[in-house]
């Protein structure tokens, strides 16, 4: 069965600092991955994608991910947190291939809150 | 672009009672999802579609229903509206079957009283 993990429902960080919102996955072959982010009362929003290349991905607002294959990870990263990077953030996997039809497989979501 | 659009955004209903949540989208994509988010447990995909009068069973479906008449509209139907219908539904939809990513609409929150 396929599975999403994020082992942290929140994540707290202070303004400036570094933030890591942690993934891993467990889907059959080699997974697109993708990071959405999601405020308050609104629809989730696209962040970035892995398709393949680069482990290291950028995506919008200063965010980047880093695929590791061997440990099955995506973790979600950024240099210098913002006030307003608070959020509901999830980590999602499509199958390649097969007769997924597009769906996605979301994880649980992890709350973030950066303080000033 | 209008992109994806969810209508209405708030709904209370008895118990028992039906109505349509109602999705579009102007992007011209083949492939539509329904979902609900329920708190602390991310998304479950209700019913997709891959183009118009192709739909299929998601996760959870049991208790709705959909229709795909056309590529740019995928109502979910709620017959019998039960307690445990109560949650946020989101219709998204994408270009690319595998690497495309996702377009949302902002939501529909239902409450089942």
């Known amino acids: 069965a396929q599975s999403v993990a994020q082992p942290e429902d929140q994540v707290n960080v202070a303004e400036g600092n570094p933030l890591t919102v942690k993934c891993t996955y467990s889907?059959?072959?080699?997974?697109?991955l993708f990071w959405y982010v999601q405020y308050p009362n609104r629809g989730l929003q696209f962040l970035l994608k892995?398709?393949?290349?680069?482990?290291l991905v950028k995506g919008s607002y200063g965010f980047e991910a880093e695929f590791n294959k061997s440990q099955t990870s995506f973790h979600l990263k950024k240099p210098s947190a913002l006030v307003s990077d608070s959020a509901l953030y999830f980590c999602?996997?499509?199958?390649?291939?097969?007769?997924?039809?597009?769906?996605?497989?979301f994880g649980r979501g992890t709350q973030l809150t950066v303080w000033p | 672009n209008a992109g994806v659009t969810q209508t209405p955004k708030f709904r209370i209903l008895k118990i028992g009672q039906s109505m349509t949540l109602q999705c579009a989208q102007d992007?011209?994509?083949?492939?539509m999802y329904w979902y609900r988010q329920d708190p602390g447990m991310g998304l479950k995909l209700i019913y997709y579609?891959?183009?118009?009068?192709?739909?299929d069973k998601g996760e959870v479906p049991n208790g709705y229903n959909v229709s795909r008449s056309t590529t740019e509209d995928f109502p979910l139907r709620l017959e019998l509206a039960a307690p445990s219908q109560t949650s946020v539904y989101f219709c998204?939809?994408?270009?690319?079957?595998?690497?495309?990513?996702?377009?949302f609409g902002e939501g529909s929150r239902l409450t089942v009283l």
């Open positions: 889907v059959s072959g080699n997974p697109y």
């Open positions: 999602a996997v499509r199958p390649r291939g097969g007769s997924t039809l597009g769906r996605l497989y």
């Open positions: 892995y398709i393949t290349g680069d482990n």
């Open positions: 992007m011209n994509h083949n492939y």
């Open positions: 998204a939809s994408t270009l690319e079957r595998e690497s495309g990513e996702l377009f």
């Open positions: 579609s891959v183009g118009a009068g192709i739909t």
